[in-house]
T-cell receptor, first 113, second 112 residues
Framework: EPEVTQTPSHQVTQMGQEVILRCVPISNHLYFYWYRQILGQKVEFLVSFYNNEISEKSEIFDDQFSVERPDGSNFTLKIRSTKLEDSAMYFC???????????FGPGTRLLVL | GEDVEQSLFLSVREGDSSVINCTYTDSSSTYLYWYKQEPGAGLQLLTYIFSNMDMKQDQRLTVLLNKKDKHLSLRIADTQTGDSAIYFCAESGNNAGNMLTFGGGTRLMVKP
């Protein structure tokens, strides 16, 4: 069964460093998403992406964040200058079309020291 | 903004039924979802219901939707120890970005 994959599974970085989290959505899906879950808190929406542009973003998704689909398969989330509070599990998701079921990857656990 | 609430914890005995409840505030929700998260793992889609339905059954899972009260429940029949996990309710509103709003999750513990 097709699934969303994410790399790396864990990443440790120093505050102020840039990180890139990678996702490979399900191949025939057109909508892509990033969510995050800070330990002990709710899963929060960050951004949705369709047709090579951002559809919607939350207040969390400030200028430190960017997304890109650099080729036909990868979807990336870049955090330009990480802060301690960026430590969280980051989930990528995809759906065939907007408004339809979103399938999630296993997540990348990011720890900022 | 939209809000989704769930109770934190539920404990049942193996073989019993589990009922996990969820309330939401967004009256324009189109789909409502149940996701399962096992320790250290991602979010596994269990089932979903379209907002114009009252009930959906899928093997041991029954989803009930009371749109008037904005209440969603997930019933797991014959609960097994492998069902122990965190269960998240989520709703997708009528928004262009199709964002999901999640509840805080209900930790289900199944005792042998």
């Amino acid at each position: 069964e097709p699934e969303v994959t994410q790399t790396p599974s864990h990443q440790v970085t120093q505050m102020g460093q840039e990180v890139i989290l990678r996702c490979v959505p399900i191949s025939n899906h057109l909508y892509f998403y990033w969510y995050r879950q800070i330990l002990g808190q709710k899963v929060e929406f960050l951004v949705s992406f369709y047709n090579n542009e951002i559809s919607e973003k939350s207040e969390i998704f400030d200028d430190q964040f960017s997304v890109e689909r650099p080729d036909g398969s990868n979807f990336t989330l870049k955090i330009r200058s990480t802060k301690l509070e960026d430590s969280a599990m980051y989930f990528c998701a995809s759906s065939v079309v907007g408004g339809e079921t979103q399938y999630f990857g296993p997540g990348t656990r990011l720890l900022v020291l | 903004g939209e809000d989704v609430e769930q109770s934190l914890f539920l404990s049942v005995r193996e073989g019993d039924s589990s009922v996990i409840n969820c309330t939401y505030t967004d009256s324009s929700s189109t789909y409502l979802y149940w996701y399962k998260q096992e320790p250290g793992a991602g979010l596994q889609l269990l089932t979903y219901i379209f907002s114009n339905m009252d009930m959906k059954q899928d093997q041991r899972l029954t989803v009930l939707l009371n749109k008037k009260d904005k209440h969603l429940s997930l019933r797991i029949a014959d609960t097994q120890t492998g069902d122990s996990a965190i269960y998240f309710c989520a709703e997708s509103g009528n928004n262009a970005g199709n964002m999901l709003t999640f509840g805080g999750g209900t930790r289900l513990m199944v005792k042998p």
